[in-house]
Each structure stands twice: as structure tokens, then as C-alpha cells.
């Protein structure tokens, strides 16, 4: 379908972020030989990477239907884009804080339940009552992933050297404060108490997307020093 002017203004400039960002990420990382570190820069790409190709479904409009009872349409790439970025998210904070993979798997499987309930939230047609009640169960998956991300995660990169747990610390904050205002948005937005309108509801996701993850992603691969630390002393607990 197609998308209105003052909506797709804000999607096609998400769609040119995440690509620039890609494109900077993958330039960033193109003579990197160490494998370990390689992966870094695999996983922040394809966050970009996919977060581009979203953008570019929602702004060219197969991204978006129009579901009952709904007076707006439901951008269901958005959720699509959620379910795949926000894990590789998690991924590039627990590799740098070395948390077990009982640890990750913890977080990926909170993280996939918050956004498929939060998508079911969208799409119920019920009525606010069952949006609502969705919205409620992702935000409770929401906070039992901070738990781990505040405690556990944290917890183990605190075992790293100094400048491994700062920069840690600073992007865990980053994915803290951004990540708390998506369901707040959503709340008051076309698919919750319909409170903003659905053009400023796309300009602030736009920039909460870029945000938590082209920006995640600069914060961490131009921090080069301290991801030759995180490498070393992966090699030599591997000794």
C-alpha cells in the first residue's frame, strides 16, 4: 500500500541512515584480519544491514497493512526488523562482557518474547483492553531482560579490564535509555492510547532506531583498543 508523503519522509531517511551505516561499518572493518574481532564487525553490520532493508519495505510499502479496528495502518516490517536486530544487539553486548551462553540464550529468548507479544499487541483486534494486556506481557519480558542485562551481564564484565567494562557500561546505558522509551512511544502511539499521531509516532522511531543501532554500532567498532583487549584476553582464557 502506499505510504503518505509525510510519513514516508521519515522512512526513506531511516532507510538512508541504516544504509550509510552499513556501508561505514562494513569500510571499518574491511582489513580487519583477527577473527575475533571479525565478528563484531559481522554482527553490528547485519543489524544495520537489516534495519536498511526494513526502512526500505515500510517507505516502498509492503512493509505496512491495514488490519480492523485499527485507524491507522500497522508497520509490521518494524516488528520484523525488531526480532532479528535487537538479539544481534544483545549479542555484541554479551561477546564484550564474555557472559556465558546459558547467559545469551537467556537474553535472546526474553528479547524474541518481548517483540512477538509486543507485535500481537499491534495486530489484536479486540480492542484497547487486549492491546493493552499484550503490551503489559512484552513490557513484563521487557523487564526481566533488564534484570539480566543490569545484573548477570554486567556482573561478568565487570571481570574485564578497565576499559573493556567502560565501554560496556556506556553502551549498555545507551541500549538502557533508548530501549525504555520503545514501549513508552508505543503506548502512546497509533497502536496503543493513540496519544500522538502517527507522523511524529515514525519520525521518533526513526531516530530511536538509528540511534540503538547505527550508533550503538560507531560507539563500538571505533573503539578499536579496547576490542584488541577483549580479543587478547579471550585467546588467553582459551590458553
Known amino acids: 500500500m502506499a505510504v503518505p508523503e509525510s510519513e514516508s519522509l521519515w522512512l526513506w531517511l531511516g532507510t538512508a541512515g541504516m544504509t550509510l551505516g552499513t556501508l561505514a561499518f562494513v569500510a571499518m572493518g574491511w582489513n580487519e584480519q583477527d577473527e575475533q574481532k571479525q565478528t563484531y564487525y559481522i554482527v553490528t553490520i547485519f543489524i544495520a544491514a537489516i534495519a536498511a532493508t526494513s526502512y526500505f519495505s515500510m517507505a516502498s510499502g509492503f512493509g505496512v497493512i491495514n488490519i480492523p479496528n485499527h485507524e491507522e495502518p500497522i508497520y509490521w516490517a518494524r516488528y520484523a526488523d525488531w526480532l532479528f536486530t535487537t538479539p544481534l544487539l544483545l ?4 561477546l564484550l562482557a564474555g557472559a556465558s551462553r546459558n547467559t545469551i540464550f537467556t537474553l535472546v529468548g526474553l528479547d524474541a518474547a518481548m517483540i512477538v507479544t509486543g507485535l500481537g499487541g499491534a495486530l489484536a483486534t479486540e480492542g484497547m483492553a487486549y492491546r493493552l494486556a499484550w503490551w503489559g506481557i512484552s513490557c513484563g519480558f521487557f523487564l526481566v531482560l533488564l ?3 543490569v545484573g548477570k551481564l554486567s556482573a561478568a564484565a565487570a ?3 578497565g576499559d573493556v567494562a567502560q565501554l560496556f557500561g556506556t553502551l549498555r546505558n545507551l541500549t538502557l535509555v533508548l530501549w525504555t522509551a520503545y514501549p513508552i512511544v508505543w503506548l502512546i502511539g497509533t497502536e496503543g492510547l493513540g496519544l500522538v499521531g502517527i507522523y511524529p509516532e515514525t519520525a521518533i522511531f526513526m531516530v530511536l532506531d538509528l540511534s540503538a543501532k547505527v550508533g550503538f ?4 567498532l ?3 583498543t579496547v576490542l584488541d583487549q577483549v580479543t587478547t584476553g579471550a585467546v588467553a582464557a582459551g590458553d
Open 91 to 94: 549479542l555484541d553486548l554479551a
Open 147 to 149: 534484570y539480566f542485562l
Open 159 to 161: 571481570e574485564q579490564s
Open 217 to 220: 554500532g560507531f560507539l563500538l
Open 222 to 224: 571505533r573503539s578499536h
